[in-house]
T-cell receptor, first 111, second 113 residues
């Protein structure tokens, strides 16, 4: 079935460091791809999305590019802040609309 | 615009008790979902409803039942709670187009003792 494999955490970084979280997917057809963020004690909220191959999603300094050839959607940020500490989830919506999520990556940014 | 509203936010149950988690959305979305979140396991789909009147099993449906009462509401019922059902439960809704995102409630933290 359709699935997402996400880099395991936790990840601990210093402020202004570069962040990358790997995400690969398995799906038939052409899924839409998403990154969600979950701050402590809250629900998930959309960070960015890409709906077709070669699309780049971006928001709050984060970017991810939909790579069909490598079935990947890696999340990157060039300079993280303490406020970026959260759990990040890669997700896809396949043809049957069953939203599927990765295991989540906990990111902690230290001042 | 409230989005997705879940009740209750916290609940403690004894083993064998039953309860219903409520979820309502005001965005006129067709699809609704129930997930559970456990440490190291990410989000696992329990049940989903592609449209009013339809429901389908997800990855971990055992021990749960659902009702899509109308387009707005999608409830999750635990008939006989077990400690293994201790988790954080999230409801989500979606407009049923692949290029649109799902919206999530704030979650229900359930502890079964």
């Amino acid at each position: 079935g359709d699935s997402v494999t996400q880099m395991e955490g936790p990840v601990t970084l210093s402020e202004e460091a570069f962040l990358t979280i790997n995400c690969t997917y398995t799906a038939t057809g052409y899924p839409s791809l998403f990154w969600y963020v979950q701050y402590p004690g809250e629900g998930l909220q959309l960070l960015l999305k890409a709906t077709k191959a070669d699309d780049k999603g971006s928001n709050k300094g984060f970017e991810a590019t939909y790579r069909k050839e490598t079935t990947s959607f890696h999340l990157e940020k060039g300079s993280v802040q303490v406020s970026d500490s959260a759990v990040y989830f890669c997700a896809l919506i396949p043809n049957d609309y069953k939203l599927s999520f990765g295991a989540g990556t906990t990111v902690t940014v230290r001042a | 615009n409230a989005g997705v509203t879940q009740t209750p936010k916290f609940q403690v149950l004894k083993t064998g008790q039953s309860m219903t988690l409520q979820c309502a959305q005001d965005m006129n979305h067709n699809s609704m979902y129930w997930y559970r979140q456990d440490p190291g396991m990410g989000l696992r789909l329990i049940y989903y409803s592609a449209s009013e009147g339809t429901t389908d099993k997800g990855e971990v449906p055992n021990g749960y039942n659902v009702s899509r009462l109308n387009k707005r509401e999608f409830s999750l019922r635990l008939e006989s709670a077990a400690p293994s059902q201790t988790s954080v439960y999230f409801c989500a809704s979606h407009r049923f187009y692949k290029n649109t995102e799902a919206f999530f409630g704030q979650g229900t933290r359930l502890t079964v003792v």
